[in-house]
């Protein structure tokens, strides 16, 4: 134009070559104007038209997204709340509840109803209506990809409009089927449109969205910024300002947008040509030729910000199009989830769907081992990026200061555009060679604690913007809660092998103290089938000699919802009595309040029995030792007769005692070596206490025979008080107990310890006068040792007692459970050290728990010295104690550790902590052999405790194996209140019918 405008000084000044050369250059702008005019409409409609079609695809995605949602709601409904095998026309109290407080978490529903295999009449729906559904079953069009999902049409039901809605309706329905496909029943839910088709981005916008089913091309309803409306024409094409989109994963449903023609102005773009603009224009081109250079550069600028504005318009395509497959890869992701059985696979098919339609270059899950190296766990897309790669959780080091460290340690969400920033730079180069761009890490939430990260990639310039920052957040939290649900449902298996495998009776009853379950280890305490206990009162149980208060203390546990745990006299079937431990345990809701109660039984009569056989041998001495009082002085009558002095009350420990014992110490010297040998030579009659003695070493026996000497001697020592024998008994007591000398071969052994030295003071020549006084002060002495002896061991065994009665607990992990019940075990008397060994790949046992106080000393030197003992068999052809333990699945035992040539490589060490003996206890899960519990004794011939406490750790470990959580038990309850009155061997079988047996 500058040329024109240098024509123009050259041209001679006439009038009509001014004006000639004038209204050139206008025609010419006129013309450049008009064209412009005309391509900036075109833009202006080609930019309406590509936002009206990202408007329309938005109401598209979020229709398909509701639908999805909606469908897997009512799988899950048909499937895990009512059940394959359910009855669909009368579903329980249970189901009832569940289905009405699902219709109220979703008000965009008007009812759930449960409908015939031909789907031509309800039977059974959350509101009261008639048998026959609001759309005919012939009306239903499957899902592409989804054969049990069906989508009806949109119908006007006045019984939906009685609830205060516009009575506009989507029916939909899903086809629940048995395992050989064959349809059991429907589940259908009336979808309010009001609801489905809203959509608030649409206010202060001049858009009008026509949601159209193409199958009787039937107007479903109309959104735009005043809201829902359902015209009651039939839907057509709008011709001119319009566009039209298929809704994604619903094929039967097209979402129409149209706008009007101020659309633009509303917008912000540009408005069509300005005609008086245009006059205002020529009128000053005739003024000033000037003006023309001023409209061109006007107009290009004004080219620019549209060509900026088509810019920013594709940006905004492509970034729709961004969401819209990470919303359909949302809900591919949360239908895997629903159908998970295996947690490997699940993670494996996230990290497929993530990058299938994620649209993602790589997406991996991972978390750190013990020394914090990420371990992957699955992967998908440009897999190589991994070869080699090094992520690490510890802030020491670089590994651990890159995006999936912080997000793990930080447990929040970490965004990077590129690979600039230093924190990136130990994986730059890897990037930067499979043109990884963008990433993402994303903290994985378990149980309320950091669990893994999640972390993706993308390739070239594409960035995680605010919404697909917040599609990734929500995609984190999916995973976190499948996974939780993978274990929920694996626990539900597991509850039922614990429960059926328990050597416990299991009782599960609900707040009323109706029996809703029962277990096989019930029946054989009892003698009471399941078909005779399951609807009834645990007051059948009572026997006529159980104890009213302990009724009264479980009535009122149960009404408080509190812990009991006691013993109660229970009769079984057959009318005999029993004795059981009781543990009751409230199972609570949401809200704390109880809602079933799950109750422990243990047969402890031969405990009791036990017990009430210790008290009578234990009054049987003192009535033996008050006769054998009388006797001794009546033998002895005639010998001191001639003294005819009557004794004051007898203190074996007074003055006047001390004095004789001083005065006689030589002679108890002298026969201490023969009674010594002949009390030894006489315990080796009894094969009970001989086969005590044959578990010592020769070196052992020796020292035995010098502390009997000792003890002896000390028994007669002037200085030796009460107390100091109440002291030491209390250590002999508990040393014979744990070497398994009952009490009544303590009498034994006490009553030839009193003969003995009789015999030996008869033999002596003393007085008769002396030796009875003697004697009275040995008898005396011996009550004393003997009572605190006693004492000691039934306080041993209340101890032992109350480990094994105490309650295990009904929530927490395996781990936990472990290390509790080892460190409770550890500290009882007699135990140096407690160990949960666990089978490696190669056969070796390594410690996986340990407690004790030799616990840190034995791993200390297994490890240094490679002593790890193993399953398999040596060169002898025998395995040592774990490893029988481990083939067999029975208990070892070990009762002279240092006589045992098995243990050899581990005798040094043996002796050096003081170990003596040993036992080996199978752990088993069902019938496998999990782990085994290995416990070292400070005493030889140890065997019954450690195995009786063994059984506890096995119940207890299939207990909690199975047990972890309330909602496991939640579940179990719900799954016992369906069965009724039938088997409850079908306990399980209508909640996990969709969970694999591997998960056992």
Not at 31 to 43: A, D, I, K, P, T
Not at 292 to 316: F, N
Not at 375 to 396: K, T
Not at 746 to 761: D, G, K, N, V, W
Request: with cysteine; glycine share 6%.
């Amino acid at each position: 134009m500058s040329g024109y405008l240098t024509a123009l000084q050259r041209l001679p000044r006439s009038r009509v070559g001014l004006w000639t050369l004038l209204l050139f250059p206008l025609v010419v702008v006129l013309g450049m104007f008009v064209e412009n005019s005309h391509q900036r409409n075109l833009r202006t409609e080609q930019m309406v038209a590509a936002r009206a079609r990202t408007i329309a695809q938005y109401e598209a995605a979020l229709i398909a997204q509701r639908l999805n949602n909606q469908f897997v709601d009512l799988q899950f409904s048909g499937l895990a709340l009512i059940g394959r095998d359910a009855d669909p026309s009368h579903p329980t109290p249970n189901v009832v509840r569940s289905l009405r407080t699902f219709i109220r978490l979703h008000p965009h529903l008007y009812a759930i109803d449960i409908l015939s295999a031909n789907g031509n009449r309800i039977l059974w729906s959350t509101q009261p209506q008639a048998s026959h559904p609001i759309t005919n079953g012939s009306a239903f069009t499957p899902i592409a990809g989804q054969p049990d999902f069906f989508l009806g049409q949109d119908r006007f039901a006045a019984r939906a409009a009685q609830t205060g809605a516009s009575g506009h309706v989507l029916t939909m329905r899903v086809r629940i089927a048995d395992a050989q496909g064959n349809t059991q029943y429907f589940v259908e839910s009336p979808y309010r449109l009001e609801e489905l088709l809203a959509n608030p981005a649409l206010r202060n916008t001049p858009w009008s969205l026509r949601i159209i089913d193409p199958r009787d091309h039937s107007l479903l309803g109309t959104v735009d910024a005043l809201g829902v409306r359902f015209p009651t024409r039939t839907a057509s094409v709008q011709p001119g300002r319009s566009v039209r989109v298929a809704v994604h994963g619903v094929p039967p449903l097209q979402v129409e947008a149209s706008w009007t023609p101020q659309a633009a102005q509303a917008l912000g773009m540009p408005a069509r040509t300005p005609w008086g603009l245009l006059f205002a224009l020529i009128a000053s081109m005739l003024v000033a030729a000037w003006a023309i250079d001023t409209l061109l550069r006007r107009s290009e600028r004004q080219v620019s910000r549209l060509s900026e504005q088509s810019r920013e318009l594709e940006q905004s395509r492509v970034q729709l199009e961004h969401v819209a497959a990470f919303q359909a890869m949302i809900a591919d992701v949360n239908q895997a989830i629903a159908q998970a059985q295996d947690e490997p696979v699940l993670l494996q098919q996230l990290c497929d769907i993530a990058v299938e339609r994620g649209q993602l270059a790589l997406a991996l899950i991972a978390r750190p081992d013990v020394q914090g190296r990420f371990q992957f766990l699955a992967a998908a897309g440009q897999v190589a990026y991994l070869e080699g790669l090094v992520i690490s959780s510890r802030p020491d080091i670089p590994e651990g200061n890159g995006p999936a460290g912080t997000a793990f340690r930080q447990n929040r969400a970490l965004f990077n555009s590129d690979y600039s920033s230093d924190a990136l730079s130990p994986w730059r180069q890897a990037a930067n060679a499979l043109s990884l761009q963008a990433s993402a890490a994303l903290p994985i939430v378990r149980d309320g604690q950091v669990w893994g990260i999640l972390s993706v990639y993308k390739r070239g310039e594409a960035v995680f913007d605010s919404s697909l920052q917040a599609l990734l957040r929500e995609l984190a939290l999916d995973i976190g809660r499948g996974l939780e649900r993978v274990e929920q449902m694996r626990q539900l298996l597991s509850l039922r092998a614990a429960m059926d495998s328990a050597s416990d009776g299991v009782t599960i009853s609900d707040i009323d103290g109706i029996v809703l379950y029962v277990n096989p280890a019930f029946t054989q305490i009892t003698g009471y089938p399941p078909e005779e206990v399951l609807g009834r009162n645990h007051d059948f149980l009572h026997a006529p000699d159980t104890a009213p208060s302990t009724v009264a203390d479980i009535a009122r546990a149960v009404q408080q919802g509190t812990f009991f745990s006691g013993e109660i006299l229970n009769i079984r079937k057959d009318g005999t009595t029993f004795w059981n431990f009781l543990r009751i345990a409230p199972v609570r809701d949401v809200h704390g309040r109880p809602k079933a109660f799950i109750g422990f039984q243990r047969d402890i009569t031969a405990n009791v029995e036990q017990a009430e056989h210790l008290n009578r041998l234990k009054r049987l001495y003192q009535a033996l030792s008050v006769e054998g009082d009388v006797l001794l002085q009546a033998r002895s009558a005639q010998e001191t007769l001639a003294a005819a002095q009557v004794e004051a009350p007898f203190d074996p420990f007074d003055d006047e005692v001390r004095q004789l014992l001083r005065t006689l110490a030589p002679i108890v010297q002298s026969i201490v070596p023969d009674f010594t040998t002949e009390f030894y030579a006489q315990i080796l009659q009894d094969p009970g206490q001989a086969e005590i003695l044959s578990a010592l070493s020769p070196q052992e026996y020796a020292h035995l025979q010098q502390q009997q000497a000792q003890h002896l001697q000390f028994l007669l020592h002037p200085d030796t008080t009460a107390e100091q024998i109440k002291e030491r008994a209390q250590r002999l007591g508990q040393a014979h107990a744990l070497v398994g000398l009952s009490i009544a071969a303590l009498l034994q052994a006490t009553s030839l310890y009193e003969s003995l030295l009789r015999s030996q003071l008869e033999r002596s020549a003393l007085m008769a006068q002396t030796r009875y006084r003697l004697l009275r002060i040995i008898q005396a002495r011996l009550q004393c040792d003997l009572q605190g002896e006693i004492t000691a061991q039934q306080d041993l065994l209340s101890t032992y007692h109350a480990l094994l009665a105490h309650p295990l607990p009904l929530h927490g992990r395996w781990s936990d459970l472990a290390q509790g019940e080892l460190d409770r075990l550890a500290s009882l008397p007699g135990i140096r050290g407690a160990f949960i060994f666990r089978v490696n790949e190669t056969g070796q046992l390594r410690i996986e728990f340990a407690a004790g106080t030799v616990a840190a000393q034995v791993q200390a030197e297994i490890n240094a010295q490679g002593l790890h003992p193993t399953i398999h068999a040596g060169a002898d052809g025998r395995r040592g104690p774990m490893g029988q333990a481990w083939a067999s699945g029975l208990p070892q035992v070990v009762e002279s550790y240092l006589l045992d040539k098995r243990l050899q490589p581990w005798h040094a060490m043996a002796q050096l902590l003081g170990v003596r003996s040993a036992t080996a206890i199978p752990l088993q899960r069902g019938t496998a052999v999990e782990a085994v519990l290995f416990i070292l004794g400070a005493y030889p011939h140890r065997k019954r405790p450690a195995i009786t406490y063994g059984t506890r750790l096995d119940d207890g470990a299939d207990r909690v194996f199975a047990v972890q959580a309330d909602a496991a038990v939640e579940v179990a309850v719900g799954a016992a209140q369906r069965c009724g009155s039938s088997s409850c061997n079908r306990l399980f079988g209508q909640v996990g019918s969709r969970v694999s047996t591997s998960l056992r």
